[in-house]
T-cell receptor
Framework: GAGVSQSPSNKVTEKGKDVELRCDPISGHTALYWYRQRLGQGLEFLIYFQGNSAPDKSGLPSDRFSAERTGESVSTLTIQRTQQEDSAVYLC???????????FGQGTRLTVV | AQSVTQLDSQVPVFEEAPVELRCNYSSSVSVYLFWYVQYPNQGLQLLLKYLSGSTLVESINGFEAEFNKSQTSFHLRKPSVHISDTAEYFCAVSPFSGGYNKLIFGAGTRLAVHP
């Protein structure tokens, strides 16, 4: 089927506004990851969902960031009161149980002005 | 916890020369190892992976990586690079501990192949 789908592909928002980013994982994949990639930098881990287990939120940079996932379906990453330093590409990936490979979406490019 | 160190942020090389991109990791448990590639203006895609078995793994475009447990390394090599190999390369690890498979990336190495 289709790969990992992220929407929107681009988002420009004003400082202080809230934004919601969406990720549709590959059907049947139990694990889902969110990463942040600032311009010219590496992948910064944000949060990891594995099936119905409690998510690993250890990478969320502040309490303005939150993410949800219902079962093994869609996930949303919410950033409240956006700041300019939140500008980055937000990447979502999913993998089947056992982690043989993670498949990435094309990302959402967030620009906070 | 796991961590990944990519020792070179940038590697410039001439076309047809050999290249090695270094990756070292730290983990208290056994791990799976991955190299991902990000071509300019494209998404991340898997280049190769080590899960078990032979410690030398190869990709379809001539890259290879060798898992060295004693040195906790997974360096990526290619004997002769092409202009089209210009990209950002990311090393990643995932612990295999039950159903917990968090994927941690290194900072990346930018490979620039010059004619």
């Amino acid at each position: 089927g289709a790969g990992v789908s992220q929407s929107p592909s681009n988002k420009v928002t004003e400082k202080g506004k809230d934004v919601e980013l969406r990720c549709d994982p590959i059907s049947g994949h139990t694990a889902l990851y969110w990463y942040r990639q600032r311009l010219g930098q590496g992948l910064e881990f944000l949060i990891y969902f594995q099936g119905n287990s409690a998510p690993d939120k250890s990478g969320l940079p502040s309490d303005r960031f939150s993410a949800e996932r219902t079962g093994e379906s869609v996930s949303t990453l919410t950033i409240q009161r956006t700041q300019q330093e939140d500008s980055a590409v937000y990447l979502c990936a999913s993998s089947p149980t056992g982690m043989t490979e993670a498949f990435f979406g094309q990302g959402t490019r967030l620009t906070v002005v | 916890a796991q961590s990944v160190t990519q020792l070179d942020s940038q590697v410039p090389v001439f076309e047809e020369a050999p290249v090695e991109l270094r990756c070292n990791y730290s983990s208290s448990v056994s791990v799976y190892l991955f190299w991902y590639v990000q071509y300019p203006n494209q998404g991340l895609q898997l280049l190769l992976k080590y899960l078990s078995g032979s410690t030398l793994v190869e990709s379809i475009n001539g890259f290879e990586a060798e898992f060295n447990k004693s040195q906790t390394s997974f360096h990526l090599r290619k004997p002769s690079v092409h202009i089209s190999d210009t990209a950002e390369y990311f090393c990643a690890v995932s612990p295999f501990s039950g159903g917990y498979n968090k994927l941690i990336f290194g900072a990346g190495t930018r490979l620039a192949v010059h004619p």
